[in-house]
């Protein structure tokens, strides 16, 4: 009679994981065997229906509350983390996606310096700093999946704020690669195009009009939908991309090519 295997643990926090593209790659990274730690920020609710779906799947799953535009609280959730962790009998998370984001859009010269701060606080500082809060617990040969944005390489006007934020990370990301390496932590930035979710008030998804514009400028002749984007993050976490570091994965359907 053989022992049966059990997979080891190993652990990966998405942030936003309560909903849209967040809740897609939490729950898609389960599918190939991972461990999941969601944030979230307001919805309890929703992130502990995500937490059911995945502990259903067969594996372990827990939801934190994290402000990522909030670096003083970084300390405290690095805290609360490390205690869900032990509780698992383990010390170290495999991998980070940083994903929590938020869509606020303006003509430049309207963008208020309120809206910018809170653009860049969460899309940028916030990435940057908790992933320098959490670098030492993610374990060697880890890896790091940045979301960026198609944005950062098409100008549509309203998002230059959004879209700078966005280009930045893309640049953070090869840096976290090339420091990393000797870690043999990959580091990689995976960039949706238009993607039919609540983000910025659901307008791809709820606007037919939005809908069509988007579609009519991508190659495969469509928005984006949740499914298109979860699973490739799932393959930027498994052993198959391990040689893969300090790209740019854009996922857009061939959006204004």
């Known amino acids: 009679m053989t022992e049966e295997r059990v997979a080891p643990s190993r652990p990966v926090v998405v942030t936003g994981g309560s909903r ?3 809740r897609n790659v939490a729950v898609n990274i389960a599918k190939n065997g991972f461990d999941v730690i969601i944030t979230y920020q307001t919805n309890e609710a929703a992130a502990k229906q995500v937490v059911k779906e995945i502990t259903e799947l067969g594996r372990k799953a827990s939801a934190l509350k994290l402000d990522t535009s909030d670096v003083a609280s970084f300390d ?3 805290a609360s983390l490390r205690a869900d962790l032990a509780q ?3 010390e170290h998370i495999f991998g980070l996606v940083n994903n929590a984001g938020i869509g606020l859009d ?3 010269a309207d963008t ?5 701060d809170r653009l860049l606080n969460i899309h940028l500082k916030g990435v940057f700093f908790l992933t320098q809060k959490l670098l030492p617990i993610i374990s060697e040969g880890g890896r790091i999946v940045n979301v960026s944005s198609a944005l950062a390489r098409v100008s549509l006007p309203g998002y230059a704020a959004y879209g700078a934020a966005k280009a ?3 640049t953070l990301t090869r840096y976290l690669a090339k420091e990393l390496g000797p870690r043999k932590i990959t580091a990689n930035v995976l960039v949706p195009g238009g ?7 659901g307008a791809l998804r709820d606007i037919p009009e939005v809908n ?3 579609a009519s400028q991508t190659a495969l002749g469509r928005a984006g939908v949740p499914d298109d984007i979860g699973p490739v993050v799932a393959a930027l976490l498994s052993d198959s991309h391990r040689w893969v570091t300090g790209q740019r994965i854009e996922v857009s359907g061939g959006w204004q090519l």
């Open 20 to 22: 849209g593209l967040g």
């Open 76 to 78: 405290s959730f690095s």
């Open 168 to 170: 930045a990370v893309e």
């Open 212 to 214: 069509a514009f988007i």
């Open 195 to 201: 993607v039919e979710t609540d983000f910025g008030g």
């Open 88 to 90: 698992r009998g383990i």
């Open 112 to 116: 208020s310096e309120e809206v910018f």
């Open 106 to 108: 303006a003509p430049f």
